[in-house]
């Protein structure tokens, strides 16, 4: 266990549907990072933040936000999903140098 | 071309067997190296990281870096039917904590251990 916890495990929505990603991360890690998953694309970088602040992006969708909270928890917003969103979604949380990641949210569009 | 690439195998060996997993970088910025083990459906699972050119040993795990060709490797001793999983080698260009951590990856190297 990586102290790391996602919230739901799974879900299944349709098309062009909004759904909410959340990542608490480990007592006292101030950063958090979103990462995708899909077959075809491996593990791929999403957004970063910092106590709160936005620190690096990486190839996230216009469609896609993401916020961290005051209480450091963070949330991913994905909207007007399509087919190909479906993917195993991961928040990694860290203090210095190494990251350490939650067990992941299954999203599933139809 | 990919930042960072991985023989996804799949990979097969004998339970006792040494395994050997690579990875191949292009971006000489990169200062971390990192291996992840992810069993399927779960989270990725750090198992050793390793700051710049050097190897690294834990336990049955010795990781090595060579910054010079670009290339690191994993190397299991004594595989176990457990190691069976998804290895992957991921690398960042700067400290994760309060600086621009983000890690890239590579595809995953698909191992199985048969006892």
């Known amino acids: 266990d990586s102290g790391v916890t996602q919230t739901p495990k799974h879900l299944i929505t349709a098309t062009g549907q909004r759904v909410t990603l959340r990542c608490s991360p480990r007592?006292?890690?101030?950063?958090v990072y979103w990462y995708q998953q899909s077959l075809d694309q491996g593990l791929q970088f999403l957004i970063q933040?910092?106590?709160?602040?936005?620190?690096a992006k990486g190839n996230i969708l216009e469609r896609f936000s993401a916020q961290q909270f005051p209480d450091l928890h963070s949330e991913l917003n994905l909207s007007s999903l399509e087919l190909g969103d479906s993917a195993l979604y991961f928040c990694?949380?860290?203090?210095?140098?190494?990251?350490?990641f939650g067990p992941g949210t299954r999203l599933t569009v139809l | 071309q990919k930042e960072v690439e991985q023989d996804p195998g799949p990979l097969s060996v004998p339970e006792g067997a040494i395994v050997s997993l690579n990875c191949t970088y292009s971006?000489?910025?990169?200062?971390?190296f990192m291996w992840y083990r992810q069993y399927s459906r779960k989270g990725p699972e750090l198992l050793m990281y390793?700051?710049?050119?050097g190897n690294k040993e834990d336990g049955r795990f010795t990781a090595q870096v060579d910054k010079s060709s670009k290339y690191i490797s994993l190397f299991i001793r004594d595989s176990q039917p457990s190691d069976s999983a998804t290895y992957l080698c991921?690398?960042?260009?700067?400290?994760?904590?309060?600086?621009?951590?983000?890690?890239?990856f590579g595809q995953g190297t698909i191992l199985t251990v048969h006892p």
């Open positions: 990694a949380s860290s203090a210095h140098d190494t990251q350490y």
């Open positions: 007592s006292g890690d101030l950063s």
């Open positions: 933040y910092y106590n709160g602040e936005e620190r």
């Open positions: 971006n000489s910025a990169f200062q971390y």
């Open positions: 390793t700051y710049s050119s």
């Open positions: 991921a690398m960042s260009g700067d400290a994760g904590g309060t600086s621009y951590g983000k890690l890239t």
